[in-house]
């Protein structure tokens, strides 16, 4: 028994507002809490359990969620409380601009007409028919004559709205792992300015990783304008970072597209995958450490795709590889031991075989420039792989084959021996 301890509970609180075009208004509400969701064509619900206290409190965040529409252009009716399927239902039956403890939500939707749940027509005009004009009285009935009645829709919406049933938000965005934010009473329009509220947001944001042993991987940096509209640019590290210096630099070059407009009011910086920092110790060589290749190729990574090339199970050479991000590992080991190409053409070009006198195969022809053959390797007989499309491969005898001229060429010939008409194509270069 010593081993039992007791702990609160904590219920969710929610505010829920009615505005036009709510999708479209979802992802700028996201700056009042990180989980929003739209639960109806004119109504957004977001979860703001551990977010009103640093706005003062919910009467004080509440205020602060209307001004900010208000300044937006929208003039939204709202409440917050607990299971916010009720809290919608009271938006419909009138109630406006409240916060609601548990104890006056619970007396305040029974006492709702049955047409502010979300129901067909049909099952209000059942309602209407037996006399029950409150969702209080129709909680008070049995459940199996709500059910006999074809009214087992019913039963669950009331369930959500009465707390009993779980009620989950659709976020319009997975919310971040972590993420920290700034207001401003004046609005920030300067590159210095938006430069110097980054770096306050990256000391914060990476004090908390760090603490908690973590590096980022990814961060987004989200900028809500004066005018209701919202502008975000992310940066990226292909190893998992908690420095506020190196993500200052990763920033640098996304930051210039932000457009401020009438200015920016608020941002939030948040991270997205993140990893368990693990302490390294330099070498005692003069090698170079892991961590300068790693900022060389973030800084690449900010202007051109980079990738590295991760071995796959497959016979044929154009299958047999995969890309991977430049930062990855890799974790399988190439199928053989046969010297490949250094560059593999993506689509082959067919050649033109010129045998000598002796049948022997002496010269190619490709682009109507012919080719000496001095020496050839091979054949490297590759047979089709019989589960995918086995009718219509063909085998293939890889020579490598060195040219007068100088290149060594990979070459292929399609089809079986003694094929009556074999063709041939240049598929890498073998350097």
């Known amino acids: 028994m010593r081993d039992l301890f007791a702990a609160p509970v904590v219920t969710a609180r929610h505010l829920v507002l009615l505005v036009p075009d709510a999708a479209r208004w979802a992802p700028w509400a996201r700056r009042f809490s990180p989980l929003v969701g739209v639960v109806a064509e004119d109504a957004l619900a977001m979860e703001v359990t551990g977010v009103t206290h640093l706005s003062g409190g919910e009467e004080s965040f509440l205020a ?15 409440l917050l409380g607990g299971a916010w399927p009720a809290l919608l239902a009271l938006l419909r039956g009138g109630w406006r601009d409240r916060v609601l403890n548990p104890e006056q939500q619970a007396a305040a939707w029974p006492t709702l007409h049955p047409r502010t749940l979300p129901l067909p027509k049909r099952d209000i005009v059942t309602l209407h028919r037996v006399g029950l004009r409150q969702l209080g009285q129709i909680r008070q009935q049995h459940r199996a004559v709500v059910t006999y009645r074809m009214l087992d829709g019913l039963l669950k919406v009331l369930d959500q709205v009465a707390g009993d049933a779980p009620a989950p938000i659709t976020p319009v965005r997975e919310p971040p792992t972590r993420s920290v934010s700034e207001n401003y009473t004046a609005p920030l329009i300067t590159r210095p300015a938006l430069d110097a509220a980054l770096d306050r947001l990256l000391g914060k944001l990476c004090a908390h990783l760090a603490e908690a042993g973590l590096g980022a991987r990814r961060m987004v940096l989200t900028g809500w304008r004066m005018a209701g ?9 292909g190893q998992a970072s908690s420095q506020p210096a190196k993500w200052a630099m990763l920033f640098r070059e996304p930051l210039g597209r932000l457009r401020p407009e009438l200015g920016f009011e608020r941002f939030t910086l948040a991270t997205g ?20 290749l790693g900022r060389l190729l973030d800084r690449l990574a900010q202007r051109v795709e980079l990738w590295r090339l991760q ?4 016979f044929w050479p154009e299958r047999s590889t995969r890309r991977i991000p430049a930062h990855e590992a890799v974790a399988e080991e190439w199928l053989t031991p046969v010297p490949r190409p250094v560059r593999m053409l993506r689509r082959p070009r067919e050649l033109r075989v010129l045998p000598d006198e002796e049948g022997v195969l002496a010269t190619l022809e490709l682009d109507g420039r012919t080719h000496r053959i001095l020496h050839a390797w091979g054949p490297e007989r590759l047979l089709p792989e019989w589960w995918d499309n086995p009718k219509q491969a ?15 060429w990979w070459v292929c010939r399609t089809g079986a021996e003694g094929d009556a008409d074999p063709r041939w194509y240049l598929h890498g270069l073998m350097g």
């Open 273 to 292: 995958h993140v990893d368990e920092m693990r302490a390294s110790q330099p070498g005692l060589d003069a090698s170079t450490p892991p961590e300068v």
């Open 394 to 408: 063909r085998p293939r005898d890889y020579y490598a084959l060195q040219l007068a001229e100088g290149p060594r």
């Open 311 to 314: 071995p796959r199970q497959s």
């Open 64 to 78: 602060e969620v209307k001004q900010g529409f208000s300044r937006a252009g929208q003039e939204v009716p709202a």
């Open 229 to 237: 509209s919202w502008q975000e640019v992310a940066a990226g590290s």
